[in-house]
């Protein structure tokens, strides 16, 4: 821990600071959006036609690519983000209560962006109103896409409503040391506050934390998105009850990363190393690598069911998975994050928060790179293949690069107006920091 003590002013520090650097960091996140953006309004005028997406029964290739493939992987950040966070408060894990918040934040601009994802793969967004909004009472039994909406938008409403709740405590208490130009937002916050609601909401949190802790594994990421692929028995990349929990775990590394590179950017943005303390980076080093050995074992489950003795289009299937340059970088990239994180576990002097954020990038490679190929694989390789000799293959275009980039764009862009506007650790981690260190 750091020899400075934690203070409300610690926390405010961004709000009324504004350097060259956050206007770089603006730029560049900004730039990354609109390239995109400029993309996508070349493929609304051209049709999707534009991307390497194709027709099997026309143009080759696979009807699903980077798109759906990014899609699952912002999900899985967000509900990663929100698990952890609900853990902290569920389990009293008060040790990372400093990045509580930004895991939150997380979750909120992870789902932004697969649902951005849903509307751009959609073709045409006018789509989402006439055929989904709609006709929803008829498409929500009908249609994967339909279940995708309604259990993103429920976890958004309930993780919004999860941060405001936390966020109406901090501002009442800092108001007077927050801008004025912002005061009818806060007012907007803090609306019908009273100091009596405290209890009541703490309570009401921990029931939204468990709420949260119980749907993960079975509606979100360990249920209906998994679901959409595993229960197709024509794709044997895709079929099988390891989805979920493999879905699941991929989830929690690629959050974990994302928050270990957040509380890096923030510490050494604003000299937090008095809150996000070595001590939290090497529990959530730990943490990751619990989550990446079990991704592959998973993986390994799949691969030795798929490769011994198994039926011939599983086979077929499994070799062009193993064998696969993209998912072979994908999974050394884990696997040398885990030996690296077992390493620094039995020698402490390997330890560097550098390291670890560099092993945070690193997972997230792994998980963008796996997720959009086992999208792309369960195409190529369905059990029925009647388009065999239809040309065509899917190298991902430019736009669906564009895309990547920027999404994390826009959630960069997310996070540096957030900064500005209300504090990204709560008051509650502060002065626990500040009891612990009295």
């Keep these: 821990m750091g020899t400075k003590t934690p203070s409300e002013a610690d926390i405010l520090r961004p709000i009324g600071a504004v350097s060259k650097t956050y206007i770089a960091m603006v730029g560049i996140a900004g730039l990354a959006l609109v390239a995109f953006l400029i993309g996508w309004a070349y493929q609304l005028q051209q049709g ?3 991307t390497a997406l194709g027709d099997w029964g026309s143009g080759g290739g696979v009807t699903w690519g980077v798109y759906i493939g990014a899609f699952i992987w912002w999900v899985g950040i967000a509900h990663g983000g929100i698990i952890l966070s609900a853990a902290v408060r569920l389990l009293g894990m008060d040790r990372y209560m400093p990045v509580a918040r930004l ?4 979750t909120i601009g992870g789902l932004s962006a697969a649902g951005f994802y849903i509307i751009v793969h959609l073709g045409r967004p006018d789509r989402m109103v006439t055929s989904v ?10 249609s994967p896409l339909v279940w995708d909406v309604t259990v993103i938008t429920a976890y958004f409403v309930l993780t919004a409503t999860y941060l405001s709740l936390t966020l109406r405590y901090d501002v009442s208490r800092l108001r007077e040391q927050l801008p ?8 907007l916050l803090t609306i019908g506050y009273t100091e009596t609601e405290d209890r009541v909401v703490e309570r009401m949190v921990w029931w939204l934390a468990l709420a949260i802790i119980i749907m993960a594994p079975l509606l979100l990421h360990g249920g209906v998105i998994p679901w959409l692929f595993s229960v197709l028995p024509t794709m044997p990349t895709w079929f099988g009850g390891v989805q979920g929990p493999q879905f699941l775990t991929i989830a929690l590394t690629s959050a974990i990363s994302g928050v270990i590179i957040l509380a890096y950017s923030f510490r050494a943005a604003y000299d937090w190393d008095h809150i996000f303390t070595d001590d939290i980076f090497r529990g959530l080093l730990l ?12 993986q390994l489950q799949q691969n030795i069911t798929g490769l011994f003795q198994a039926p011939v289009d599983l086979t077929h299937a499994a070799v062009a998975r193993a064998t696969n340059p993209i998912y072979l970088t994908s999974m050394s990239l884990v696997f040398l994050t ?34 959009v190929l086992f999208v792309v694989e369960g195409f190529l390789h369905p059990t029925f293949d009647i ?3 239809t040309p065509g293959s899917y190298v991902p275009s430019l736009i669906e690069i564009l895309s990547i980039i920027g999404t994390i764009g ?21 002065e626990h920091l500040r009891d612990e260190h009295e």
């Design 103 to 106: 895991a939150e934040l997380l």
């Design 410 to 430: 826009m959630v960069t862009l997310l996070f540096l107006t957030v900064s500005k506007v209300v504090p990204v650790v709560e008051l509650h981690a502060i």
């Design 387 to 389: 388009y065999a000799a």
């Design 338 to 371: 885990l030996s690296y994180i077992f390493a620094q576990s039995i020698r402490p002097s390997l330890f560097t928060k550098k390291r670890a954020v560099i092993s945070g990038f690193a997972v997230l490679t792994a998980t963008i790179m796996e997720k």
């Design 287 to 298: 943490w990751l690598g619990f989550f990446c050995l079990l991704f592959l074992w998973l």
């Design 48 to 50: 999707l036609a534009v």
């Design 133 to 142: 909004i709609g006709h929803y009472h008829i498409t929500i039994h009908n």
């Design 180 to 187: 004025d130009r912002l005061g009818p937002l806060y007012s």
